[in-house]
């Protein structure tokens, strides 16, 4: 049922074995040319994506990418430091404002690698981890062969409402008695609606569990003030990727509440400090954390009107798929309260085929598995996500027009209309929003340096 990609061009060869060494570098660049046009060609609509501002891509091409800061600001293990602390000190102020948290450790390369901290720093091979179901849309960090499995935890899941693909929070109180978890986590990959997090509080609270919750998808949501608190809620800790609805560099970051102590004695806060480095990372990638810092400073000038955008953007995005005919998730509570739709599509064809085929007409998107599914290869699903598009500026018009060029590109026969309505549509969209404006549109083709001593 796949359509060939008939307007994108194909990759180049890959350079073989006796091919010259400039070659390599021209397939890369070549590829990456390519790559960028493809982007500003087509509709972007990953939920975990975004594109970072400018002035924060600015950050990653400087010295800072060819050094080390092992240990702390003030108390490092490598010299050279004394222009980096600064710029380390002042991120974490500015993560601190942003949300408005007692402490953040900005030094995480990624989600993943917060969490891996945090549960290293929480928990002990053994104890008992609680987290939403995969079927719910949890992330592989909470399963056997992801980070808590990495930490030896056992991981027994919240009792879920499958309408919303969210936790049956009273469900969860009573289980969180009977289980007496060492940690309650919150969190999703497919995170449709806000979780009650004061009862999990409480109930983690009573059996002596610490709390966290990966934001990772949601935290230029929270930054923005439009989804919920989960810190001033009482959460522990916030772990995060910093690139998807924050719009930052692909990093991490973990944010706590105020210090409290563990069941061994020692601090939260301390704890974290030492899982972080030396026990997870080496080099924290420094142009990363300049990066990060530039973005958490745009966020405090843009983020809450990006989130608005961000959440009515994905409510405009649904409410025009359901006038077209498509299966929109969770149709009877307003399909989603974040920047996820998630759609139905087994009727078309299912998610794989429907993505693959979307990708071909300029509509990039995932394959996604809904409640029931049982195969995350072929499951019955896709989400949409719409940071992206509303990080260039479309809004409700341009929903209606997304909803359109999906709804035929799941449908065969329209193929080439929709591979030109979809580049026609994006080519009025190229500058960066909710951010600092510079010169560059946000699929700028790179400006490769010019190699002097090729053979
Ligand atoms: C809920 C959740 N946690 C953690 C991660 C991992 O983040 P990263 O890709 O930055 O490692 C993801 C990634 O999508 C996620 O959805």
């Given at each position: 049922?796949?359509?060939?990609?008939?307007?994108?061009?194909?990759?180049?060869?890959?350079?073989?074995?006796?091919?010259?060494?400039?070659?390599?570098?021209?397939?890369?660049?070549?590829?990456?040319?390519?790559?960028?046009?493809?982007?500003?060609?087509?509709?972007?609509?990953?939920?975990?994506?975004?594109?970072?501002?400018?002035?924060?891509?600015?950050?990653?091409?400087?010295?800072?990418?060819?050094?080390?800061?092992?240990?702390?600001?003030?108390?490092?293990?490598?010299?050279?430091?004394?222009?980096?602390?600064?710029?380390?000190?002042?991120?974490?102020?500015?993560?601190?404002?942003?949300?408005?948290?007692?402490?953040?450790?900005?030094?995480?390369?990624?989600?993943?690698?917060?969490?891996?901290?945090?549960?290293?720093?929480?928990?002990?091979?053994?104890?008992?981890?609680?987290?939403?179901?995969?079927?719910?849309?949890?992330?592989?960090?909470?399963?056997?062969?992801?980070?808590?499995?990495?930490?030896?935890?056992?991981?027994?899941?919240?009792?879920?409402?499958?309408?919303?693909?969210?936790?049956?929070?009273?469900?969860?109180?009573?289980?969180?008695?009977?289980?007496?978890?060492?940690?309650?986590?919150?969190?999703?990959?497919?995170?449709?609606?806000?979780?009650?997090?004061?009862?999990?509080?409480?109930?983690?609270?009573?059996?002596?569990?610490?709390?966290?919750?990966?934001?990772?998808?949601?935290?230029?949501?929270?930054?923005?003030?439009?989804?919920?608190?989960?810190?001033?809620?009482?959460?522990?800790?916030?772990?995060?990727?910093?690139?998807?609805?924050?719009?930052?560099?692909q990093h991490g970051v973990i944010l706590a509440n105020k210090d409290v102590e563990l069941p061994n004695g020692k601090s939260l806060h301390k704890t974290i400090r030492n899982k972080v480095f030396p026990g997870v990372h080496s080099n924290h990638h420094l142009?990363?954390?300049?990066?990060?810092?530039?973005?958490?400073?745009?966020?405090?000038?843009?983020?809450?009107?990006?989130?608005?955008?961000?959440?009515?953007?994905?409510?405009?995005?649904?409410?025009?798929?359901?006038?077209?005919?498509?299966?929109?998730?969770?149709?009877?509570?307003?399909?989603?309260?974040?920047?996820?739709?998630?759609?139905?599509?087994?009727?078309?064809?299912?998610?794989?085929?429907?993505?693959?085929?979307?990708?071909?007409?300029?509509?990039?998107?995932?394959?996604?598995?809904?409640?029931?599914?049982?195969?995350?290869?072929?499951?019955?699903?896709?989400?949409?996500?719409?940071?992206?598009?509303?990080?260039?500026?479309?809004?409700?018009?341009?929903?209606?027009?997304?909803?359109?060029?999906?709804?035929?590109?799941?449908?065969?026969?329209?193929?080439?209309?929709?591979?030109?309505?979809?580049?026609?549509?994006?080519?009025?969209?190229?500058?960066?929003?909710?951010?600092w404006k510079t010169e560059e549109n946000a699929y700028t083709l790179p400006n490769w340096s010019e190699i002097t001593n090729f053979n």
């Amino acid at each position: 049922m796949s359509n060939s990609n008939h307007e994108f061009p194909k990759p180049l060869e890959i350079p073989n074995s006796s091919s010259k060494s400039e070659q390599s570098l021209n397939f890369f660049r070549n590829q990456i040319e390519q790559h960028h046009r493809r982007f500003q060609a087509s509709i972007p609509l990953i939920a975990s994506e975004n594109l970072v501002s400018r002035a924060a891509m600015d950050m990653f091409t400087t010295d800072l990418h060819n050094r080390y800061a092992e240990g702390l600001p003030g108390s490092r293990y490598y010299e050279g430091n004394e222009d980096y602390d600064p710029i380390e000190l002042h991120t974490e102020e500015l993560a601190k404002r942003l949300f408005n948290a007692p402490f953040a450790d900005v030094r995480p390369i990624s989600g993943t690698a917060a969490n891996i901290s945090a549960l290293f720093s929480l928990a002990s091979p053994g104890d008992k981890f609680m987290a939403p179901e995969l079927a719910a849309g949890a992330h592989i960090s909470t399963q056997k062969f992801g980070a808590a499995g990495l930490r030896g935890l056992t991981t027994i899941t919240y009792p879920s409402i499958h309408e919303t693909m969210s936790i049956d929070t009273d469900l969860a109180v009573k289980a969180i008695h009977t289980e007496k978890p060492r940690i309650c986590y919150v969190g999703q990959s497919v995170y449709l609606f806000p979780n009650d997090l004061k009862p999990i509080v409480e109930a983690a609270n009573e059996v002596g569990a610490n709390t966290m919750y990966d934001g990772a998808h949601v935290l230029g949501l929270i930054a923005g003030k439009q989804f919920q608190d989960p810190l001033g809620d009482g959460m522990n800790l916030i772990t995060a990727s910093t690139h998807k609805t924050f719009p930052g560099p692909q990093h991490g970051v973990i944010l706590a509440n105020k210090d409290v102590e563990l069941p061994n004695g020692k601090s939260l806060h301390k704890t974290i400090r030492n899982k972080v480095f030396p026990g997870v990372h080496s080099n924290h990638h420094l142009h990363k954390v300049a990066a990060f810092g530039v973005s958490l400073a745009e966020a405090l000038e843009f983020q809450e009107d990006y989130a608005k955008n961000i959440i009515s953007n994905a409510q405009n995005l649904a409410e025009s798929l359901w006038n077209r005919g498509m299966k929109v998730f969770a149709s009877d509570l307003g399909f989603t309260q974040s920047h996820t739709v998630l759609v139905d599509v087994s009727e078309r064809g299912g998610g794989a085929d429907v993505s693959k085929r979307c990708e071909a007409q300029g509509l990039i998107m995932n394959k996604n598995m809904l409640p029931g599914d049982t195969s995350a290869v072929n499951p019955s699903g896709i989400r949409l996500g719409t940071p992206e598009m509303t990080r260039l500026g479309m809004g409700k018009d341009a929903m209606d027009e997304v909803a359109e060029l999906i709804h035929l590109a799941s449908i065969s026969g329209h193929e080439s209309e929709v591979r030109e309505r979809s580049k026609s549509l994006k080519n009025q969209y190229t500058e960066m929003k909710y951010c600092w404006k510079t010169e560059e549109n946000a699929y700028t083709l790179p400006n490769w340096s010019e190699i002097t001593n090729f053979n």
